[in-house]
């Protein structure tokens, strides 16, 4: 008799588990540069635990209030991974059709499924935080397990979260605009916290949002004591609190896993079904050609950008990280950027959403071979589909420069032309070396040419640099005319 029977939880949660870590890259030169890194962090934690081997560690009040300023921002980007996972596992996962049609309690594959997304979130973060913590606790400081219990504590609530917060999506806006919405309800849970950081008012002698922030926690009390000191003392190896973070994250999953089964079942189902609003007559199909080639191809692959829920979290979760650079010039004499600083990120970033989006266009057409004997110009086609990730791209391409306008008009203009002309060299450099793979790699960190990914690197860096360059030199030459 086995310890994991057949069907049961354990055998699904061990199979989940299995899932998890093969996720990680497994082939090729990325697999020995993670094992290398792995091993380098390693050595720094057993270091640092043989120093410190005999050395009591002070554990100041403050540090406390770290730990709770820290969670919390651990607890918005894994409940935005938790929200990703579980779209995944409702729309994309070929093995739940399976599970759901074999003898299996559909509590117990919800339930494994809810530890698989779990066991993915706590990996991610346990690999940079373990290799320094277990050393330096295993070799004299015990106490620090706390902050193994603590990260276990935070996978299963974030996980618990966001499968709840996916199921409350489909349940409201139904299974069409459910991973869309999701995604995007995703990008502001995982940026939010950061951007609402920066909009929160300084106090005069204070620089920086997060010092002012922990300023703030620290007048107030929050995470010293109470109910919001738990966390700290849990990180630092109070048994009491250890055992109240470890029960409140079980409970968590437990509840999730015994309340949203029916929901779960009911999402998977309608996300399988093809639902459509009503029944094609064919006469609305003149409406998807248009009067030439370059705009047919446009409006082809600008429908297919905007669908794609993938894109709208890349293109929210930017949005919410330009927000304080904007914010912070339009708001007065706190902090101003430096225009010459915003001309390079406007085209570093346009650079690379366009690359991105061309590689969509190009690489991950859905049907390349009817191109390929298509009689038509391969170069206008490819024209067509550049416009398209422009077109995509342009608000990134716009704001900055007209943020830049504020402090220097022609640095607004210079930063404009750098924009689209490392837009236009980094979208070329994917026509021309991008290499074919799925559309679904984009969700996982596009799988594409390692030339054309330094070659668009490269664009963004120079023209990046000479936009940067020529800003700061307009601007240095007004103001010392003035």
């Not at 929050?222 to 009491?240: E, K, L, N, R, Y």
Request: proline share 5%; hydrophobic share 55%.
């Amino acid at each position: 008799m086995t310890l994991t029977p057949a069907g049961s939880f354990a055998w699904l949660a061990r199979h989940e588990l299995r899932l998890a870590f093969r996720a990680r890259p497994t082939r090729g030169a990325t697999r020995w540069i993670g094992y290398l890194l792995v091993v380098g962090w390693l050595a720094i934690g057993c270091g640092a635990g043989w120093m410190l081997r005999d050395t009591p560690i002070p554990i100041p009040p403050d540090a406390r209030i770290g730990v709770l300023a820290v969670c919390a921002l651990m607890l918005t980007f894994m409940t935005a991974q938790a929200m990703i996972g579980s779209q995944r596992t409702l729309y994309e996962s070929g093995d739940l059709a399976l599970l759901l049609s074999a003898p299996v309690q559909g509590r117990s594959v919800l339930r494994a499924k809810l530890l698989g997304i779990a066991a993915t979130i706590a990996l991610t973060y346990a690999v940079l935080l373990l290799p320094i913590v277990l050393p330096v606790a295993i070799l004299g400081h015990p106490r620090l397990f706390g902050l193994v219990a603590l990260l276990i504590a935070l996978a299963l609530v974030a996980a618990s979260l966001g499968l709840a917060l996916t199921l409350l999506i489909a349940t409201l806006v139904g299974p069409r605009a459910a991973r869309t919405v999701g995604q995007v309800v995703a990008a502001v849970m995982g940026g939010g916290l950061f951007l609402v950081t920066q909009l929160l008012p300084r106090d005069e002698g204070r620089t920086g949002t997060f010092g002012a922030l922990f300023a703030r926690l620290r007048d107030a009390g929050i995470g010293t004591s109470g109910a919001s000191g738990v966390p700290g003392q849990a990180a630092f190896g109070d048994p009491v609190a250890v055992m109240i973070v470890l029960g409140f994250g079980i409970a968590a999953f437990a509840a999730a896993g015994a309340t949203l089964e029916r929901a779960f079942l009911s999402g998977y189902l309608d996300g399988t079904a093809r639902h459509s609003r009503r029944r094609p007559t064919g006469r609305a199909s003149a409406r998807l050609f248009r009067s030439g080639l370059t705009r047919t191809v446009f409006a082809k692959e600008w429908t297919l950008l905007v669908r794609d829920p993938a894109l709208a979290f890349q293109i929210v979760l930017r949005m919410i990280y330009l927000a304080p650079l904007c914010l912070g010039l339009f708001g007065g004499r706190h902090a101003l950027p430096i225009p010459a600083g915003l001309a390079f990120a406007s085209v570093l970033i346009t650079s690379q959403l366009v690359g991105s989006f061309a590689w969509l266009t190009v690489s991950a057409e859905d049907a390349p071979d009817l191109l390929s004997v298509a009689p038509v110009a391969r170069a206008q086609v490819d024209r067509a589909k550049l416009l398209a990730a422009f077109a995509i791209a342009a608000p990134f391409a716009l704001l900055l420069p007209i943020v830049i306008a504020r402090e220097t008009l022609l640095g607004a203009v210079i930063t404009l032309g750098m924009t689209l002309l490392g837009g236009g060299a980094a979208g070329y450099v994917e026509l021309k070396l991008g290499k074919p793979a799925k559309r679904g790699a984009f969700n996982k960190r596009r799988a594409g040419s390692v030339v054309a990914g330094l070659l668009s690197i490269l664009v963004a860096l120079v023209f990046g640099g000479g936009a940067a360059g020529l800003v700061f030199w307009v601007s240095g030459g007004m103001a010392g005319a003035g």
